[in-house]
């Protein structure tokens, strides 16, 4: 077979060179992202199919940090959405019903309890909320009670940022889980700043007063 060489023959077998090198390149990028692809797990729902069935709990707790007005505007009824506190107990359940809703791969959980607290800390100085769910199933319900928490703590702010916008919410994390292959419990550090000093007054209670084992200046072993 006879190859044209003439003036147009070489610009030609220039151009199908580029063409060839340009493919070859191409094919090459494309194989690196096929193999950097192939590292990276691709999102996926964890299979519980062989996880016992059995009864699991798990607790949560966040805060939201208030200025002494604002608390005072809530403890007293006086905010101008009307009850923080209630409004705010009620869309933790709402939000913790609905968490795999709102998490991509959370499995949908038929919770069996989810009671959801939020109460003001004076001394703190914060709206401190808890959440504490429960499940009879093969997935643990650590995102539930989380979820609850943080729905409560963002309608706290949503009730009050009209009298108060720099309102902190905080601190939202997991305290417990138990029931399936585990059980944990977060330690309480001597500084947690989620826990109210000893004898401080929440809501016109005494938090934890320290416990007197014998009266002053006499010794614990004195009757």
Request: one cysteine or more; glycine letters at 10%; a positive charge.
């Amino acid at each position: 077979m006879a190859f044209k060489t003439g003036p147009g023959g070489g610009a030609a077998a220039g151009a199908s060179g580029e063409a060839s090198g340009g493919a070859d390149q191409s094919t090459r990028a494309d194989r690196r992202r096929g193999v950097q692809a192939d590292r990276i797990r691709r999102p996926r729902m964890l299979d519980v199919t062989d996880q016992p069935v059995t009864p699991r709990r798990a607790t949560a707790e966040a805060e939201v940090a208030l200025s002494q007005e604002t608390l005072s505007a809530i403890i007293d009824g006086t905010n101008p959405k009307g009850d923080v506190l209630s409004v705010a107990e009620l869309a933790g359940v709402m939000g913790g019903k609905r968490t795999s809703e709102l998490i991509p791969l959370c499995h949908p959980i038929p919770l069996t309890d989810l009671l959801v607290k939020a109460a003001p800390d004076r001394a703190a100085g914060v709206i401190r909320i808890q959440s504490e769910a429960a499940t009879t199933g093969p997935a643990d319900v650590e995102m539930e009670a989380l979820t609850a928490v943080a729905i409560a703590a963002l309608t706290v702010y949503d009730m009050i940022k009209e009298i108060e916008p720099a309102a902190i919410v905080r601190l939202a994390r997991v305290t417990s889980k138990s029931g399936g292959d585990e059980e944990w419990r977060r330690p309480i550090e001597p500084s947690d700043p989620t826990r109210a000093p000893r004898g401080a007054r929440i809501a016109g209670r005494i938090a934890g007063p320290a416990v007197r084992t014998a009266p002053p200046g006499r010794p614990s072993g004195h009757k």
